[in-house]
T-cell receptor
């Protein structure tokens, strides 16, 4: 089945630093990748949608200058949390899709803790 | 607006059967997905329905009625490891996924 690899699994960083999270589709070409955030005991919250080679589309309330998304190839998207603050601590999950209408396949998530 | 409704929480007994319902109102429809999410982990894909009827996959089955805007996920022979949240998601006319808030399923021995 389709495999999506997300790295790192967890990261602890100091306030004010930046963190990059990678999402790779290992055995299929992901035309679209999605980035979600999930706080404890809450639903998935879509942050942005990225299509290969074009700018990401951010959901309302998500700062594009703070959460930088790059989808440079059909198998790799990155999310950079810039100038991280403790309130950015959360579980970040990427997902990838091939053709429209096909299932999303999720990475294992990245647990970010900002101290 | 677009809306997905599913119960917040359900409790069932090990070995029993449970049905998790999902109703939706979306602008267009290109399929309905069920995902399982264990606490602290990312969701995993369970099933996809785009035509009316029942899709069976081992202990799990998913049903869809497009005219009623309704789906259910049926879990048989419940095991303790089935304790998780179950997420219903609908792909709308633009192939955007609209997510339900999830149903937390608690399995008791």
């Amino acid at each position: 089945g389709a495999v999506v690899s997300q790295h790192p699994s967890w990261v602890i960083c100091k306030s004010g630093t930046s963190v990059k999270i990678e999402c790779r589709s290992l055995d299929f070409q992901a035309t679209t990748m999605f980035w979600y955030r999930q706080f404890p005991k809450q639903s998935l919250m879509l942050m942005a949608t990225s299509n290969e080679g074009s700018k990401a589309t951010y959901e309302q309330g998500v700062e594009k200058d703070k959460f930088l998304i790059n989808h440079a190839s059909l198998t790799l998207s990155t999310l950079t949390v810039t100038s991280a603050h403790p309130e950015d601590s959360s579980f970040y999950i990427c997902s990838a899709r091939g053709l429209e209408g096909s299932p999303l396949h999720f990475g294992n998530g990245t647990r970010l803790t900002v101290t | 607006g677009q809306n997905i409704d599913q119960p917040t929480e359900m409790t069932a007994t090990e070995g029993a059967i449970v049905q998790i319902n999902c109703t939706y109102q979306t602008s267009g429809f290109n399929g309905l997905f069920w995902y399982q999410q264990h606490a602290g982990e990312a969701p995993t894909f369970l099933s996809y329905n785009v035509l009316d009827g029942l899709e069976e996959k081992g202990r799990f089955s998913s049903f869809l009625s497009r005219s009623k805007g309704y789906s259910y996920l049926l879990l048989k022979e419940l095991q303790m490891k089935d304790s998780a949240s179950y997420l219903c998601a609908v792909s709308d006319s633009n192939y955007q996924l609209i997510w339900g808030a999830g149903t937390k399923l608690i399995i008791k021995p």
